[in-house]
């Protein structure tokens, strides 16, 4: 479970944020949280709220960058740049990630992070028994990298020496078989983001998204059940599976999902899903995402959530990860929204409010603004702007 992620120099945010997931015993219970291994209570979903243009994704994309460098970096090519950018006119400095996770056994780990586009500064893995002890250390001295590694770290000395400058230590060592904080936080991550921001809706989506179901029949119940119950016309969903000739030549399987209506006269009928409604395909596309999430424990992070979706139906995607029968791993989501009809539900401690100020990007969450209660109408202080975060038109 992630308890916080904090970053520095970072597109449109200059100075260090914090996005924490951490509850205090003084946080009322409204759910949408769960007790982790360690005994932090920590929320499980996190709303990220602001106007159009202000930083809620790029409040994202830190968290969403770092999980990728660790566990898939050592794919990248020895020449390939790093996709950060730093905030415009301070390129020379680096960009700061830290992030605290712990895993399934209650271990909780911290990851440090600095780097440039060209390579990676310093890293570093910490592993908190009594206090945080290293498990490695690496810094660049301006020549080559200096290596400190605790005993028990399993990773040989020279491959370490020979990570390269682009790659993370522990990227590299998951290829050889050293199962570190990479598998055990976050063994499963699903997001719609990438480094250049929300990755839209396309109709191969369409197609993945039923393989996916196809090859895991407990995700299609469930999907299923959700999409039939949430009054979408639909009173079944089934998937073709064909074999086709693809333009290079060759054959592969190709995944076609149908949806079967039934009308006034009692009369049933299929529709291909591209021939449902756009609000229809998006449910079936997240639904692909936040399912092997809820299912295994992980973290989703998802921009927009509400995107072709009605406002009301935030609320039924979210109670899938305060439900103890779906969510029984802890599973987590952070994601951005403009609809403020989760501020009838989420309490002050898990909504993120960003704003904008001259170019720069500024976070703070919903328990940290002066003089707001537990009890105050959250959504009408917002929309009326007393919260901030909102635009001024």
Known sequence: MLHYYSFKNFQSFRDTQTVSFTLTNQAPERGWEDIAPSGQRLSTAMAVMGANGSGKTALLKPLVFVINFIKSSFHASPEEAILVTSYAGFEEEPTEIELVAEDKHGVVWKYILKLTQERVLYEALYQKKTRFNFVFVREWNGHAYDIKQHKDFDFNKDEAMKVRQNASLISTALQYGV???????????????????????????????????????????????????????????????????????????????????????????????????????????????????????????????????????????????????????????????????????????????VEKNECESVAYRGDEITGLRSDDNLRAKYMSGALGAVPWL
């Open 179 to 353: 199962e570190i904080f990479g598998h055990k936080a976050f063994s499963e991550f699903a997001t719609n983001i990438d480094i250049f921001g929300r990755d839209a809706f396309h109709s191969p989506d369409i197609f993945w998204a039923a393989e996916h179901y196809h090859k895991d029949p407990e995700s299609m119940l469930l999907m299923t059940e959700l999409l039939t119950k949430w009054d979408l016309g639909l009173i079944d969903l089934r998937i073709e599976e064909e074999e086709r000739t693809f333009p290079d030549g060759k054959k592969r399987k190709w995944y076609f999902p149908l949806g079967l209506h039934k009308n006034k006269q009692g009369k049933t009928f299929e529709l291909p899903l591209f021939l449902e409604s756009s609000g229809t395909q998006s449910f079936f596309v997240l639904l692909s995402k936040l399912l092997p999430v809820l299912k295994a424990g992980g973290l989703a992070v998802i921009d927009e959530i509400e995107k072709d979706l009605h406002p009301h139906m935030v609320e039924p995607i979210l109670d899938l990860f305060t439900d103890p029968n779906i969510n029984q791993h802890k599973a987590q989501i952070i994601f951005t929204c403009h609809s403020p009809e989760v501020l009838d539900f989420l309490q002050k401690s898990q909504v993120i409010f």
